[in-house]
């Protein structure tokens, strides 16, 4: 069983910056299966950052430039943060933490960003 919890959500202004990050442990866990999601208000949820199978980060197009993804490994733990800068209103969302492995994702519960004036 894999457990995966997010942190690190809050309210910040247009421009500012946060700082998400994601626990997952569990057996045989790896940094390349970990995501984030985020879903706002009456909208699906959507990708927004990832690790390709090769470890290389990949984004959504909006997201380019002002989000980073980082991961470590550990033994049966892995951690992972999204750094958001220049944050805009569009941004505003519940962000999830996902672990893909072959079987099955592993969600996390979300962790809340608005950003407002």
């Known amino acids: 069983q894999v457990q995966v919890v997010e942190s690190g959500g809050g309210l910040v202004q247009p421009g500012g910056s946060l700082r998400l990050s994601c626990a997952a442990s569990?057996?045989?866990?790896?940094?390349?299966?970990m995501g984030w999601y985020r879903q706002a208000p009456g909208k699906e949820r959507e990708f927004v950052a990832t690790?390709?199978?090769?470890?290389?980060?990949?984004?959504r197009e909006s997201v380019k430039g002002r989000f980073t993804i980082s991961g470590n490994n550990a033994k049966n733990t892995v951690t992972v943060a999204l750094q958001m800068n220049g944050l805009k209103p569009e941004d505003t969302a519940v962000y999830y933490c996902?672990?893909?492995?072959?079987?099955?994702?592993?969600w996390g519960r979300g962790t809340q960003v608005t950003v407002s004036s």
């Open positions: 996902v672990y893909s492995s072959t079987q099955k994702d592993y």
């Open positions: 569990g057996s045989g866990i790896s940094v390349n299966g």
């Open positions: 690790f390709t199978g090769t470890g290389n980060p990949y984004y």
